[in-house]
């Protein structure tokens, strides 16, 4: 199929096309980059659309939010889109890709397109192809982009510098979670949410609001003047989903309001840029005919301890400079 007729099928919002532009973008084959380049050339102008990265430490739910959050949304008459992102093996690059079994409800209607993927390594929580993948899903029409990805650490930034939205969800442990989350989550947070209150855990999810709201007042804002909102919900119940929605909605408006949308937008642009760059200048540096013939004597002395990594790396960088 011609990239031209692919991306048009797209755009008419032919959820197989979608699948298969997506696909084509993933792919690591060097013949598949540059009908990539062309698809991404063709679908990139700017939607009035909403991305929205959702994070959160292991067991809170993201998967089970997210379909709530889903149908919320799409009740609301918008088109959604689902990325949800899967680890891969280090040894296989294999991946489970269950999210889209895990969200059957939303996966099964019309108004929603779930792609699960792999990680394939790649750190900050999200593929190496999920910038790209994002233009695919605006381009065919869907209003919210939700980004899930792998979990809340010390790599798991990048999501941010790509979303509108950055939602962190927590567990209603109150004291014992903000011990145990990285202060460096909290500073990139736009929105926090504390899952799972219901029950006999909703009281320890008011008091887990209150501390987070105190340690927010405690860091730098992000926005100056925005406080970060903290909500309350239960997947299950569906209780606080609507007014999250709605929490994002005056965030996003605010950032309107303040110009620093469309500003953020492109600094999103600008980092999409100095990412692919530096993937390429490695990828120039691994197939440097040098490099390839003085890798294999520089691990050896590496694993005698001859050499230092360090040392190593000076190495190979003097051997491209003379290449060059």
């Not at 999501?159 to 939205?165: E, F, K, Q, T």
């Not at 440097?288 to 190979?316: C, F, M």
Request: include cysteine; charged fraction near 30%; aromatic fraction near 4%.
């Amino acid at each position: 199929m011609k990239i031209s007729t692919l991306a048009e099928q797209i755009k008419l919002g032919k959820r197989r096309a979608l699948a298969k532009g997506i696909t084509l973008i993933e792919s690591e084959q060097e013949k598949h980059q540059e009908s990539a380049q062309q698809l991404i050339a063709e679908l990139q102008d700017e939607r009035d659309t909403m991305r929205i990265g959702v994070s959160g430490v292991p067991g809170v739910g993201k998967s089970t939010f997210i379909e709530a959050f889903g149908n919320v949304l799409i009740d609301a008459g918008l088109r959604v889109a689902v990325l949800a992102v899967d680890p891969s093996s280090p040894t296989t690059g294999g991946s489970i890709l269950g999210d889209k079994t895990r969200m059957e409800t939303l996966a099964n209607r019309e108004e929603a397109f779930v792609r699960p993927s792999p990680t394939s390594g790649t750190l900050g929580g999200v593929t190496k192809r999920t910038r790209e993948t994002i233009v695919l899903c605006e381009a065919a029409g869907y209003d919210i982009v939700l980004i899930e990805t792998v979990g809340v650490g010390q790599s798991e930034y990048e999501v941010a510098s790509m979303v509108d939205c950055f939602m962190v969800l927590m567990l209603p442990g109150g004291g014992d979670s903000l011990q145990g989350i990285k202060r460096g989550i909290l500073e990139i947070t736009d929105v926090l949410v504390i899952n799972k209150a219901d029950g006999k855990q909703e009281s320890m999810a008011q008091r887990a609001g209150a501390e987070y709201k105190k340690a927010f007042h405690l860091l730098k804002p992000k926005y100056e003047g925005i406080e970060v909102p903290v909500q309350l919900t239960s997947s299950l119940t569906g209780k606080g989903i609507e007014k999250t929605w709605k929490t994002i909605q005056d965030f996003i408006d605010t950032l309107k309001e303040r110009g620093l949308f469309l500003k953020n937008r492109k600094g999103q642009r600008q980092q999409w840029f100095k990412r692919i760059a530096e993937e390429r200048w490695l990828n120039l540096l691994w197939k440097n005919p040098g490099v390839e013939k003085e890798l294999p004597s520089l691990a050896k002395r590496i694993s005698n301890q001859e050499i230092t990594p360090d040392q190593a790396a000076n190495e190979l960088l003097k051997h491209v400079k003379r290449e060059d």
